[in-house]
């Protein structure tokens, strides 16, 4: 079946890193993304890794895919107070033509 | 360039009604796609249209429908609404082609039913 997991929340001091992390179950999707959704807003894309990738590096993003075990984390290093937000990792099915799967969303709290 | 938009950004119904959200994608784009989001499900992929055909549909029942017009503006509707339906629900555009995938959201119609 088609399901994508993340835990509902997550507390970190300014400063800190944050990892986010995703299981997912399609092993033949091609694109594996996160998004982030601050309040108030629609999603917008952080990242995204190809499939055949190991890990992605991006600024302060580091995207690790374990591809044996279905599992995909989003590291944010020095985590700034803007970060709070709700983070999605979503992937594009191979069952049918274009469709996204989504997670159920990180909420991530930055504490001063 | 201009981003996704929907309207209305806020909208509140009773049940038994109807109600009709609008999206215009970023201009260029031919696929839109419809998600629902509450906070105990995460987001639903509804449907998904490209150059006016429906091309995917999540697991929702009849009552949710929706469109696409030839300028790639999209629509959706719930009819008979129930209280389960309040939700953000958000548009999302994208070229559709298969590169990168890449989404574009819209901010959102907050429907409330009561």
């Known amino acids: 079946g088609e399901d994508v997991e993340q835990s509902l929340f997550l507390s970190v001091r300014e400063g800190d890193s944050s990892v986010i992390n995703c299981t997912y179950t399609d092993s033949s999707s091609t694109y594996l993304y996160w998004y982030k959704q601050e309040p108030g807003a629609g999603l917008q894309l952080l990242t995204y890794i190809f499939s055949n990738m190991d890990m992605k590096q991006d600024q302060r993003l580091t995207v690790l895919l374990n591809k044996k075990d279905k599992h995909l984390s989003l590291r944010i290093a020095d985590t700034q107070t803007g970060d709070s937000a709700i983070y999605f990792c979503?992937?594009?099915?191979?069952?049918?033509?274009?469709?996204?799967?989504f997670g159920t969303g990180t909420r991530l709290k930055v504490l001063a | 360039k201009a981003g996704v938009t929907q309207t209305p950004r806020y909208l509140i119904k009773t049940r038994g009604q109807q109600v009709t959200l609008s999206c215009s994608p970023i201009?260029?784009?031919?696929?839109v796609s419809w998600y629902q989001q509450t906070p105990g499900q995460g987001l639903q992929f509804l449907f998904e249209?490209?150059?006016?055909?429906?091309?995917n549909k999540g697991n929702f029942p009849g009552r949710f429908s929706g469109r696409q017009f030839s300028n790639s503006r999209s629509e959706m509707n719930v009819s008979t609404l129930e209280l389960g339906d309040s939700a953000l629900y958000l548009c999302a555009s994208s070229l559709g082609l298969g590169n990168t995938g890449e989404l574009f959201f819209g901010e959102g119609s907050r429907l409330t039913v009561l």
């Open positions: 249209y490209f150059s006016e055909t429906q091309r």
């Open positions: 979503a992937e594009i099915s191979a069952s049918g033509t274009y469709k996204y799967i």
């Open positions: 201009s260029g784009h031919r696929s």
